[in-house]
Every structure is written in C-alpha cells, then in structure tokens.
C-alpha cells in the first residue's frame, strides 16, 4: 500500500536536497550524468514491476467465461480516454508547444 | 530519428518484459507490488533533487505551467467523457459505468473498489484498464511526447503528481513538471467527488 505522507516526504526531501546543492554549487556535470542514470534505472525499473502488477492481474481474470468481452473492454478503457484526451489536450493548448 | 528511436526502445521493451512476465510466470506479487511501490520513493526523492536543483527555470515558467495544467486538466475529463460515451456505445455497458472506469485517469485504487461495491465484474475492469493506463503512460510517453509534445501529459491523467512525474520530467524536461503537478493535484481533488454522481447515471 503506497503511503502518500512517505511519496511526499520523498518528493519534498529530494527538493530540498536539489536546493541546496544548487546553493552550494556542488552540482557539476558529472552529478548531473549519475543523476540522469539513476532516475532511469528507477523509471525503468517502476516500468519493470507495473507491468508484472498489470500481466498478474489480467491473467487472474482471463480464465473466466466473460474474457474475451473483458479483454475488450480492458484495451479500450486503458487505450481511448488517454488517446482522446492527448488529441484534445493538442486542440486546447494549440499545439505542441502549449500556450 | 535514430537518437529518439533508441530511447523509446528501453521503456517499451521493459514494459513488454513485465507484462509477459505478469501473464505467464506465478510470483509472489505482494512482494513484486512492494518493490514498485519502493521504486516509487526512490524515484519521486530523485525527481525531487532534479526539480530542486532546477528551481530558479521551474519558477520562471510557473504562470505557463500553471495555464497548461489547468488546459490539460480539461483536456483529460473532456477525452474521459468521450471515451465512456464511446465505449459505453460501442460493447452496449451502462453509460454509468463506463463513464466512472473512463473518468478513472488512472487511479486504479480509487476506481477499482470504489465500482466494485455496485457491481464486481466492472470493478475488476475498472482496476485493471486503469493499472494498464498508468503503466502504459510509464512506457509510451516517450514516443507520444516525440509525437504531440506537451499534450501528451494529458495520457498521464491522475498520475502525473506522483506515478508518472518522472518520466514526464525525464523526457519532457523540468519545465513542464508544474504543469505535470498542477493536471494531477486536480484531478486527484475533483475524481473522489464526481465519481458518486457518474455511478448514479442512468
């Protein structure tokens, strides 16, 4: 179970890491390239496990009778609002630099 | 081309793994939902340090990210809306579940018990299209940033404050972060108030 004060804790830690290391001008490029590798291996690796979370749970429920229509269902619901609200988002913000 | 194409590769081929994993292998999943769950800390302290040492910029777009959040935020209920209307019409459910799984943005947490209560066979598609629409943001937004720029942060609906932050900042840059926090804070306040009205449509 996430525990939203720990995420935020984090979150809020990490800033005030970021600040002050900005203060003290101890950021260098060198930082700068271990930082980038690390938030990729924590991105990659959070892709890693959500898709193992996903592909567990659509497997608990595809032996049912209904899976085809849950299958469906499942693509469409995951697919389309996000698709349509990016292509609204294009209108909205007109284009693909924002307003 | 070639640049970008090699760092779709790694998101998508990870996200590919996993599913395939999910799907076919048995695992211990409370363990495998812990470790994501840890990999989120250590990911929102890194982006954390990123935002922090980037400040100063984050401060000077704050009034454009803010003005984006908020079209975003728009975008994403008016694209969720659609969608349920859609779906709704195209495999014949109930215009009020499909509208509350459509809505969901993502947060599967929310949406998957809380339609459980009235019905457990929607409750489960509610859970997981909205686990795989967060998952599916975690590995294909870097293909639609490259595609539709900033308005590719509307896929990431609820989980753009925490879940999808990072790769948000990761390949749209630390300048779109406010706009990327401000659509999730949204979201995150309004979904828990909307949802008991959508569930009572008929």
Redesign the interface.
């Known amino acids: 179970m996430i525990s939203d004060i720990i995420l935020y804790s984090f979150l809020i830690l990490g800033i005030a890491l970021g600040i002050l290391m900005n203060i003290s001008k101890k950021f260098g490029k060198k930082s700068s390239k271990v930082l980038n590798m690390l938030v990729m291996i924590s991105i990659l690796d959070l892709i890693f496990f959500m898709a193992i979370t996903a592909g567990e749970f659509i497997s608990r429920y595809l032996s049912g009778g209904e899976s085809l229509s849950l299958i469906y269902s499942i693509i469409l619901y995951s697919f389309l609002p996000g698709i349509i609200g990016v292509l609204i988002a294009l209108i909205l913000l007109g284009g693909k630099n924002g307003k | 081309m070639e640049n970008r194409f090699k760092e779709f590769i790694?998101?998508l081929s990870?996200?590919?793994?996993?599913?395939?994993?999910?799907?076919?292998i048995k695992?211990p999943?409370n363990y495998?939902?812990d470790?994501?769950?840890y990999?989120?800390?250590?990911?929102?302290?890194?982006?954390?340090?990123?935002?922090?040492?980037?400040?100063?910029d984050i401060l000077k777009t704050a009034i454009?990210g803010i003005?984006?959040g908020i079209?975003?935020t728009?975008?994403?209920f008016?694209?969720?809306i659609?969608?349920?209307f859609?779906?709704s019409f195209?495999?014949k459910?109930s215009l009020n579940y499909a509208l509350s799984?459509?809505?969901g943005?993502g947060w599967y947490?929310l949406i998957g018990p809380f339609i459980s209560i009235y019905n457990p066979?929607y409750g489960?598609?509610?859970?997981?299209?909205?686990?795989?629409?967060?998952?599916?943001?975690?590995?294909l937004f870097p293909v639609?940033y490259s595609i539709?720029?900033?308005?590719?942060?509307?896929?990431?609906?609820a989980t753009t404050m925490?879940?999808s932050l990072?790769?948000i900042i990761?390949y749209s840059g630390v300048k779109n972060s406010s706009?990327a926090l401000i659509q999730g804070l949204i979201i995150t306040i309004i979904l828990p108030f909307i949802l008991p009205f959508l569930i009572t449509i008929r």
């Open positions: 790694p998101p990870v996200f590919a793994i996993g599913l395939l994993i999910g799907l076919f695992l999943m495998v939902e470790i994501a769950i990999w989120l800390y250590i990911l929102l302290g890194l982006i954390g340090v990123v935002v922090g040492i980037s400040a100063r454009k003005k984006n079209l975003l728009i975008s994403v008016i694209g969720d659609i969608s349920g859609i779906i195209i495999l459910q799984i459509s809505i943005s947490s066979y489960v598609i509610g859970f997981v299209s909205n686990l795989l629409r967060e998952a599916y943001t975690l590995s639609f539709f720029g900033i308005p590719s942060i509307a896929m990431g609906g925490d879940t990072g790769i990761k706009s």
